[in-house]
């Protein structure tokens, strides 16, 4: 069982950063990938970026290449999403996610292939 809780949303302007932390539980954590993805107000939820269980393998959505950057801190039990360059349209509650597939460099953009989730945490920018 793994428990995430995110943090670090917030309301800025366009063109500035933030940084979101999900906190996981459990002693299993480093071995779980670990995806971020994120829900406006009426879309569907989409896929933002993912890491694998030890950070070998990283993906992102083209909207986010170049401008994210998804890392994990196995010691602390934490992964983060930097966010630079930030648009109006990045505008969503965040959600992170969790799930092993062992010892795997493999990652996913397909939210149900996640077993855990956390609550999410609210990114507003301002034009």
């Known amino acids: 069982q793994v428990q995430l809780v995110e943090s670090g949303g917030g309301l800025v302007q366009a063109g500035g950063s933030l940084r979101l932390s999900c906190a996981a539980s459990g002693r299993t954590f480093s071995t779980h990938a670990m995806g971020w993805f994120r829900q406006a107000p009426g879309k569907e939820r989409e896929f933002v970026a993912a890491?694998?269980?030890?950070?070998?393998?990283?993906y992102y959505a083209d909207s986010v290449k170049g401008r994210f950057t998804i890392s994990r801190d196995n010691a602390k039990n934490t992964v983060y999403l930097q966010m630079n360059s930030l648009k109006p349209e990045d505008t969503a509650v965040y959600y992170c996610?969790?799930?092993?597939?062992?010892?795997?460099?493999?990652?996913?953009?397909?939210?149900?292939?996640?077993?855990?989730w956390g609550q999410g945490t609210q990114v507003t920018v301002s034009s």
């Open positions: 996610a969790a799930v092993t597939w062992g010892y795997s460099d493999y990652v996913s953009p397909v939210g149900s292939e996640y077993d855990y």
């Open positions: 890491i694998s269980w030890r950070g070998g393998s990283t």
